[in-house]
């Protein structure tokens, strides 16, 4: 109790001489305030470019299925008029594969063969010894035309019987020139034949 009295008596003594104004006072003085500034966060980085839109595909043109009639089947069933025990003897063979087309044949080609025309030939000379002689006589000849229509080589196959006749005859027939064979429309080399007739007239 005695601390309670002793309490107020100062407490008292404090509010008559100014010791709360003084504290008031102090409390009074100027505080200072400082304005701070908020801390603003970094912009967000720029979103990226939306994805381009997806183009569908147009859809297919419709065709309207083609409209078919199928026949109907008959209603009633196909009756079986005989009956028969015996087994078949032979197999029934399948139907047959039709066969496969022959293998076409190369072309072959074109050959002409040469012209022998004796009539634009100059006559072979007559052998004087011959004539002198009375020799006459036939000789056959096998010769080569050359692509160029002259004569490249010639030999007797048939004599006339008289030597300076079957010369002769080959003499003149190296002077002729006539029109070579030839092969899908190119001159090539070929033998021909021919015979000289010597007659006394």
Same mark, same amino acid.
């Given at each position: 109790m005695a601390a309670v009295v002793v309490f107020h008596i100062i407490l008292g003594y404090a !509010?008559?001489?100014g010791l709360a104004r003084k504290i008031v006072e102090v409390v009074k003085a100027p505080l200072e305030t400082k304005i701070i500034e908020e801390v603003k966060?970094?912009?967000?980085? %720029?979103?990226?470019?939306?994805?381009?839109? %997806? !183009?569908?595909?147009?859809?297919p043109p419709y065709i309207p299925p083609p409209e078919i009639q199928i026949a109907a089947p008959?209603?009633?069933?196909?009756?079986?008029?005989?009956?028969?025990?015996? %087994?078949?003897?032979?197999?029934i063979a399948p139907p047959s594969r039709p066969a496969p087309p022959a293998p076409a044949k190369p072309r072959e080609p074109v050959r002409v063969p040469a012209v022998v025309d004796a009539t634009a030939c100059e006559k072979p000379v007559y052998p004087a010894a011959s004539v002198r002689a009375n020799e006459t006589g036939v000789v056959r000849l096998n010769f080569l035309i050359d692509v160029d229509g002259k004569i490249l080589e010639s030999k007797v196959e048939r004599s006339s019987g008289f030597r300076r006749l079957d010369d002769a005859a080959r003499i003149g027939l190296g002077l002729c020139k006539f029109k070579p064979a030839t092969v899908d429309g190119k001159p090539e080399r070929q033998w021909a034949r021919i @015979?000289? @007739?010597?007659k006394l007239e």
């Open positions: !509010l008559v001489n966060p970094p912009p967000p980085d %720029k979103p990226p470019p939306p994805p381009p839109p %997806k !183009l569908a595909a147009p859809p008959p209603t009633q069933a196909p009756t079986i008029t005989a009956v028969t025990q015996v %087994k078949p003897t032979q197999p @015979e000289y @007739e010597w």
